[in-house]
Structure formats: structure tokens, C-alpha cells
């Protein structure tokens, strides 16, 4: 039974909701499942829905980690897109914590990233998570915003949930949603719904949805990440309007925390 009013999706559109790791792809995941529950399609790994699937039309492709060549390149025909992004500072560390202190079961080929990362310091383990990494993230990012494609923002659903999905749905997929559907779908699939009452910023490192808030990377970069970081990728952040300057520095000094997050549990595979 709905727990929503369905919105009617187009019997002849395909729609595909592009994006890149740890911006919020499995939270949005959520929320497609429960406004269209027989038309989205489960998610394989290595993008394989969509690489080895031909295009459906009336159905939702979620979870396409693709640059726009690649989108390009599966000839979807009629089809609209929805388009997230996430900053790659809080990427990188979403990531560092996901693949460190995750107690998911995950892909043997992240056996060799946490054995590394679980082996070193924060500061090392994001150093070498931004260079073995988040290329490909930094890769979908650079490929679409180079493009000028209109792009939603994970920072902006954290801020204005009900209103960005709104403007998600309408604008970026061209459906019919009321805002009073918006407010449901992001009331039943809030944070604290998702993690059993845990407000956004209360910790837990073991979970899919650790912390919830944006502009953590604050909390765990340091100088010379800070660098390295500006070395790699600075040109996608100002591509991507995150910093208006390439002289961005760390507005407060890191945590000292790090002793505490080197000894917090991990599960090897």
C-alpha cells in the first residue's frame, strides 16, 4: 500500500539519477524506492544496471557512477537526468571512515584500501585515499560541471530537504510532485528515521549514515592535506562553486581527535 500518493512517471522517458560515491546515492536510493516502489531499478555493482542493462523507458536507473561520456554512450534515447554532487572534502572523508570503521560486508577488491587505511594515520590514509580514490568521484564531477550541466547539490538536500527534492523531481525529472509529498518522502526517510533516532552530527563511524552534516572535512583535515588536496583538485572545487578562491584554508584549527579515530573499531573482510 502507498504510503505516499504516487507520482506517475512517463511510459516513454527512461530516467537516471547520475551521481558519484558517498554523495548520498543509497539515502536517495531510499526515498526513489518508496515514491515509485515498482519502478526503480536495483543497483549492481560496477554500475552493471546500467552498463549491462539496455535502457527501459518508465523505469529510474539510480546509483549511475558516470562521467558524461559515458552517460552519452548509452544511447538512452528519450530520457531525463538528475544530477548529485557532494564536495570532494567531505567525499574524502566519507569515504576514509566508510571504507576504514564500515562494519558492512563489502567487494574483496576494498580488502587492500582498508588494510592500508586501517595500517596508518588519518592524515596518511587521506592522502592516499585522494590519490587512489576519489579520481574517479573528482572524474564524474569535472566531466558534468565542464559541460555546465544543471547540478543538485547533496549540501543542499542536508539544508532544505523537502525543497530540493521538490525542485529534484519537477525541474531535473519533470514529474508532478506536490510539496506536501516532498515533505513526506523526506520525513519518512530522515537521518534519525535512518539511524533509529541519531541526530545529524552525533557520530558513529560503524554506520552507512555516519554523521549527516556537511563541512565535516573541517574537522579532520590538516595543513598539509589541505595541500596535497589543493594540488589534485582545486580546479573541480572552483568548477563546482564550492570555493570562489584557490587560496581556501581551513577556517578553524582540526580536532585533536586523531589518536581516538586511529584506535575506533574496524572490521576486516
Not at 176 to 189: G, M, S, Y
Amino acid at each position: 500500500m502507498w504510503e505516499i500518493e504516487p507520482i506517475k512517471l512517463s511510459s516513454d522517458t527512461v530516467y537516471y539519477h547520475i551521481t558519484h560515491w558517498k554523495a548520498g546515492s543509497q539515502w536517495l536510493l531510499r526515498i526513489f524506492r518508496a515514491a515509485f516502489p515498482e519502478a526503480v531499478v536495483d543497483p549492481a555493482p560496477k554500475v552493471g544496471h546500467v552498463r549491462e542493462r539496455k535502457p527501459e523507458a518508465g523505469r529510474i536507473f539510480p546509483c549511475c557512477y558516470l562521467t558524461s561520456e559515458e552517460y552519452r554512450a548509452l544511447k538512452a534515447g528519450k530520457a531525463r537526468r538528475m544530477v548529485v554532487i557532494r564536495d570532494l572534502r567531505d567525499t574524502l572523508v566519507a569515504a576514509y571512515f566508510h571504507l576504514r570503521c564500515s562494519n558492512k560486508a563489502e567487494d574483496d577488491s576494498i580488502a587492500h584500501v582498508r588494510s592500508v587505511l586501517t595500517g596508518t594515520n588519518v592524515e596518511d590514509g587521506l592522502i592516499y585515499l585522494m590519490e587512489e580514490w576519489l579520481p574517479q568521484s573528482a572524474e564524474i564531477q569535472r566531466t558534468w560541471l565542464a559541460e555546465r550541466e544543471p547540478v543538485i547539490r547533496l549540501e543542499d538536500f542536508m539544508s532544505a530537504p523537502a525543497e530540493t527534492l521538490y525542485y529534484a523531481f519537477r525541474r531535473a525529472w519533470g514529474l508532478r510532485l506536490q510539496t506536501r509529498e516532498a515533505r513526506r518522502l523526506i520525513r519518512n526517510n530522515s537521518f534519525e528515521q535512518l539511524t533509529g533516532g541519531r541526530p545529524p552530527g552525533q557520530e558513529d563511524l560503524t554506520s552507512h549514515y555516519r554523521k549527516g552534516i556537511k563541512g565535516d572535512w573541517r574537522n579532520h583535515f590538516t595543513p598539509r592535506v589541505v595541500e596535497h588536496f589543493k594540488r589534485l583538485y582545486n580546479d573541480t572545487l572552483l568548477l563546482s562553486g564550492y570555493e570562489k578562491s584557490a587560496d581556501w584554508r581551513l577556517d578553524t584549527e582540526p580536532k585533536a581527535a586523531f589518536e581516538a579515530i586511529d584506535k575506533a573499531p574496524f572490521f576486516h573482510l
